[in-house]
């Protein structure tokens, strides 16, 4: 069962990629889904026979022997225990509706064979990651996983904004990767396998270890849980490597949805709960993580406050809950912090499609500012991306409400250092997270209709365009028309404008947004049932009563650690601060978009500096443009112009050709066809010959 949960979607990818030219685009539609959404029903299987009564903790299923170099052993193998099946669940549900989503929202695109294999090989690569019986498979899913990311962000390789966010986001994950890649190699060092059953029950003989870096004494377990960690900090866009995340948003819209919600940021959650039996032995490393977590938290949702892009807010918004999930990971409620990654599946794929479904409905406007009332249009969506907004504020009886409530509650009673910081960031993050939730929706749903006066004005600009173009094009003596082609949000060529376009439209119908096919509201209503049930339903056994027999020992929990039994005796005023503050984030949002929706220029234009600084992301891309991309390009130049051409090539290659062909040149000279140069030359050479004998006096006896 399991080697079908995992190889499934490889071979689906394969039939896609390779024949989809031959079977057609419709043909890999099906196959893939299908495969799909079969893995996913063998995975819910799994998922209740592993925490079911009947489970018996971990078990390894040998796949191959992979590869042996001295020392180093390693097999390729699933793991299987309550944390893989549970990632197992949440990757292929989350993947399978992605599939079936995309369907409808690509019917239009000319390369959905290529999408779909895209997108299995993405699901192949995480569900390769979560079944990892070692680091070394680990880290191939992890690698792969990145590299189907870059495929899935650049797929529209013609906009030059994809390439660019396609390459940001690889880049910027091989430097967490390098670090992954030294908690390996230390790991090894330390342990001389990669082998998890080789690690955890040994864990205790290297407690107290110390390795020499850097000419200082480390302690070497948390020297490597924090290499493994900067590893997670890429691939989950925590504070600092967060930049690539925003910029993600130029892949299609399916793709946001599979690589924020369940897959590609939650590997760095997934990792540190794995290892968990080393990041428990090394509390300052759980210190960095509490830290990082609640900052991340903070940082993600001031940024959101601002932002414009349908798509950004929600990627800001999974960028803070990752926040919220490693705080739950430093502080050592690891269940909870999973928990969160379960619930956040649900909810976050939920609004991410039915984003994708405002975008349809506007044909491709991303910009909430063009939006409004279109509540009254597509009302399915509209409810539809209530739930999600409900569930992601943690309103009461939601799936967010349990998970969330759990890890502020963790970092309050909490002794570990920075959990003060984890917890007032994380309390005021959920105040920001219903604010710009609310925004979202009062926006784009409720309000007067923007997008009616926005279609006007983009057409009039258009037609003025297109006017002034083809007088240009008509005073250059050039016949015919303007032909320049633009391209849309969803890659989709922008047709030039028509001489008939410039007359005045009688019906406006073409503008009106309309409700998406079923194919695409079915995966939002079954998301949506997660998103309102999924926290009720597997509470008690995620952080519950039942948490031991749901968990059998897939998470470590320390001697000291107790944080899952002592968040429920947390102060009243605790429980509730998750609840009051989506209430006043509520209000305040309601006030400002719905009361008074001059209210936010106004602030905006009152507070500038603070608005330029939210808006522009704490101005993190300009910092790292100025210390690590222009001085990289700089040193690239001086490399190729100086070191490869004017050195190597001018030297070498290129500078010995040059010198021959002046040697030739002389030579040639030479040949004047004058019988006394000849005889001249054989003199000199003669006398040359003669001088060398006696000087050097060879002959002589």
């Given at each position: 069962m399991?080697?079908?949960?995992?190889f499934?979607?490889l071979?689906?990818?394969?039939?896609?990629?390779?024949?989809?030219?031959?079977?057609?685009?419709?043909?890999?539609?099906?196959?893939?889904?299908?495969?799909?959404?079969?893995?996913?029903?063998?995975?819910?299987?799994?998922?209740?026979?592993?925490?079911?009564g009947?489970?018996?903790?971990a078990?390894?299923?040998?796949?191959?022997?992979?590869?042996s170099?001295?020392?180093?052993?390693?097999?390729?193998?699933?793991?299987?225990?309550?944390?893989?099946?549970?990632?197992l669940?949440?990757?292929?549900?989350?993947?399978?509706?992605?599939?079936?989503?995309?369907?409808?929202?690509?019917?239009?695109?000319?390369?959905?064979?290529?999408f779909?294999?895209?997108l299995s090989?993405?699901?192949?690569a995480?569900?390769?990651?979560?079944?990892?019986?070692?680091?070394?498979?680990?880290?191939?899913?992890?690698?792969?996983?990145?590299?189907?990311?870059?495929?899935l962000i650049?797929?529209?390789?013609?906009?030059?904004?994809?390439?660019?966010?396609?390459?940001?986001?690889?880049?910027?994950?091989r430097?967490?990767?390098?670090?992954?890649?030294l908690?390996?190699?230390?790991?090894?060092?330390?342990?001389?396998?990669?082998?998890?059953?080789?690690i955890?029950?040994?864990?205790?003989?290297?407690k107290?270890?110390?390795?020499?870096f850097?000419?200082?004494?480390?302690h070497?377990?948390t020297?490597?849980?924090?290499?493994?960690?900067?590893?997670?900090?890429?691939k989950s866009?925590?504070?600092?490597?967060?930049?690539?995340?925003?910029?993600?948003?130029?892949?299609?819209?399916?793709?946001?949805?599979l690589?924020?919600?369940?897959?590609?940021?939650?590997?760095?959650v997934?990792?540190?709960?794995?290892?968990?039996p080393?990041?428990?032995?090394?509390?300052?490393?759980?210190?960095?993580?509490?830290v990082?977590?609640?900052?991340?938290?903070?940082?993600?949702?001031?940024?959101?406050?601002v932002?414009n892009?349908?798509?950004?807010v929600i990627?800001?918004?999974?960028?803070?809950?990752?926040?919220?999930?490693?705080?739950?990971?430093?502080?050592g409620?690891?269940?909870?912090?999973?928990?969160?990654?379960?619930?956040?599946?649900?909810?976050?794929a939920?609004?991410?499609?039915g984003?994708?479904?405002?975008?349809?409905?506007?044909?491709?406007?991303?910009?909430?500012?063009?939006?409004?009332?279109?509540?009254?249009?597509?009302?399915?969506?509209?409810?539809?991306?209530a739930?999600?907004?409900?569930?992601?504020?943690?309103?009461?009886?939601?799936?967010?409400?349990?998970?969330?409530?759990?890890?502020?509650?963790?970092?309050?009673?909490?002794?570990?250092?920075?959990?003060?910081?984890a917890?007032?960031?994380t309390?005021?993050a959920?105040?920001?997270?219903s604010?710009?939730?609310?925004?979202?929706?009062?926006?784009?749903?409720?309000?007067?209709?923007?997008?009616?006066d926005?279609?006007?004005?983009a057409?009039?600009?258009?037609?003025?365009?297109h006017?002034?173009?083809?007088?240009?094009?008509?005073?250059?003596?050039?016949?015919?028309?303007?032909?320049?082609?633009?391209h849309?949000?969803?890659?989709?060529?922008?047709?030039?404008?028509?001489h008939?376009?410039?007359?005045?439209?009688?019906?406006?119908?073409a503008?009106?947004?309309?409700?998406?096919?079923?194919?695409?509201?079915?995966?939002?209503?079954l998301?949506?049932?997660?998103?309102?049930?999924?926290g009720?339903g597997?509470?008690n056994?995620?952080?519950?009563?039942?948490?031991?027999?749901f968990?059998?020992?897939?998470l470590?929990?320390g001697?000291d650690?107790?944080?899952?039994?002592?968040?429920?005796?947390?102060?009243?005023?605790?429980?509730?601060?998750p609840?009051?503050?989506?209430?006043?984030?509520?209000?305040?949002?309601?006030?400002?978009?719905?009361r008074?929706?001059?209210?936010?220029?106004?602030?905006?234009?009152?507070?500038?500096?603070?608005?330029?600084?939210?808006?522009?992301?704490?101005?993190?891309?300009?910092?790292y443009?100025?210390?690590?991309?222009?001085p990289?390009?700089?040193?690239g130049?001086?490399?190729?112009?100086?070191?490869?051409?004017?050195i190597?090539?001018?030297?070498?290659?290129?500078?010995?050709?040059?010198?021959?062909?002046?040697?030739?040149?002389?030579?040639?000279?030479?040949?004047?066809?004058?019988?006394?140069h000849?005889?001249?030359?054989m003199?000199?050479?003669?006398?040359?010959?003669?001088s060398?004998?006696?000087?050097?006096?060879?002959?002589?006896?």
């Amino acid at each position: 069962m399991y080697h079908a949960i995992v190889f499934l979607p490889l071979i689906g990818s394969l039939i896609a990629g390779l024949f989809g030219r031959w079977i057609g685009a419709k043909a890999s539609e099906v196959v893939t889904t299908s495969i799909l959404f079969f893995a996913a029903l063998l995975s819910w299987v799994a998922f209740f026979q592993v925490t079911g009564g009947e489970g018996h903790g971990a078990a390894r299923i040998q796949v191959a022997h992979w590869f042996s170099a001295g020392d180093l052993v390693v097999d390729w193998a699933f793991r299987v225990d309550a944390l893989t099946v549970v990632m197992l669940v949440v990757v292929t549900t989350v993947s399978s509706l992605v599939h079936l989503y995309s369907m409808g929202y690509m019917e239009e695109d000319p390369h959905r064979p290529r999408f779909f294999s895209y997108l299995s090989l993405f699901t192949f690569a995480m569900l390769m990651l979560v079944t990892a019986d070692n680091l070394v498979q680990m880290f191939f899913g992890w690698e792969g996983v990145g590299l189907a990311s870059y495929l899935l962000i650049g797929f529209w390789y013609e906009k030059p904004s994809a390439n660019a966010a396609a390459i940001k986001a690889f880049i910027v994950n091989r430097v967490g990767d390098f670090g992954f890649s030294l908690g390996i190699f230390l790991v090894f060092v330390l342990f001389g396998t990669v082998a998890f059953d080789g690690i955890f029950p040994r864990v205790a003989e290297f407690k107290d270890a110390s390795f020499h870096f850097l000419g200082t004494d480390w302690h070497a377990l948390t020297l490597a849980c924090l290499l493994l960690f900067m590893g997670a900090m890429g691939k989950s866009a925590q504070f600092l490597l967060h930049t690539w995340l925003p910029d993600a948003m130029e892949g299609p819209t399916p793709v946001s949805a599979l690589i924020h919600a369940a897959t590609m940021v939650t590997a760095g959650v997934f990792m540190v709960a794995r290892l968990s039996p080393l990041f428990e032995v090394a509390p300052a490393a759980l210190t960095a993580v509490t830290v990082i977590g609640g900052i991340t938290a903070f940082f993600a949702a001031t940024v959101g406050l601002v932002q414009n892009d349908i798509k950004r807010v929600i990627a800001y918004s999974t960028c803070s809950q990752l926040g919220y999930m490693f705080v739950a990971l430093g502080v050592g409620a690891y269940a909870a912090g999973i928990f969160h990654l379960f619930t956040h599946a649900f909810f976050k794929a939920l609004l991410f499609l039915g984003a994708g479904s405002v975008i349809h409905a506007m044909h491709h406007e991303q910009d909430m500012r063009n939006m409004g009332a279109l509540r009254r249009y597509i009302p399915f969506t509209a409810l539809m991306m209530a739930i999600g907004t409900l569930a992601l504020i943690g309103f009461p009886f939601t799936a967010g409400y349990y998970s969330k409530d759990a890890i502020i509650e963790a970092a309050y009673m909490s002794t570990r250092p920075g959990h003060v910081l984890a917890f007032l960031a994380t309390v005021t993050a959920a105040f920001f997270t219903s604010f710009y939730s609310w925004r979202l929706f009062f926006l784009t749903f409720e309000g007067p209709a923007r997008w009616a006066d926005h279609h006007a004005d983009a057409h009039h600009q258009a037609a003025a365009h297109h006017a002034a173009a083809s007088l240009a094009h008509e005073a250059d003596g050039a016949p015919g028309h303007h032909e320049g082609v633009a391209h849309d949000d969803k890659g989709h060529d922008i047709e030039p404008v028509s001489h008939s376009a410039l007359e005045p439209h009688g019906d406006h119908h073409a503008h009106t947004p309309h409700e998406s096919p079923r194919v695409m509201t079915i995966p939002l209503a079954l998301l949506a049932i997660g998103a309102l049930l999924a926290g009720l339903g597997f509470k008690n056994r995620f952080i519950g009563e039942g948490m031991d027999e749901f968990w059998k020992g897939a998470l470590a929990h320390g001697p000291d650690n107790h944080i899952m039994h002592d968040i429920h005796s947390a102060p009243a005023w605790v429980a509730s601060s998750p609840f009051v503050m989506l209430v006043l984030g509520f209000l305040l949002a309601y006030w400002m978009y719905i009361r008074r929706p001059e209210l936010p220029n106004q602030l905006a234009e009152s507070q500038p500096l603070l608005y330029r600084f939210l808006l522009n992301k704490w101005y993190f891309d300009e910092i790292y443009d100025r210390i690590f991309v222009r001085p990289a390009k700089a040193l690239g130049t001086f490399l190729w112009k100086v070191g490869d051409g004017a050195i190597i090539d001018g030297l070498g290659p290129d500078g010995i050709a040059a010198r021959v062909v002046d040697v030739t040149r002389g030579v040639v000279r030479l040949q004047t066809g004058y019988v006394y140069h000849y005889a001249f030359v054989m003199l000199i050479g003669v006398a040359a010959l003669v001088s060398w004998y006696l000087v050097t006096g060879v002959g002589a006896h």
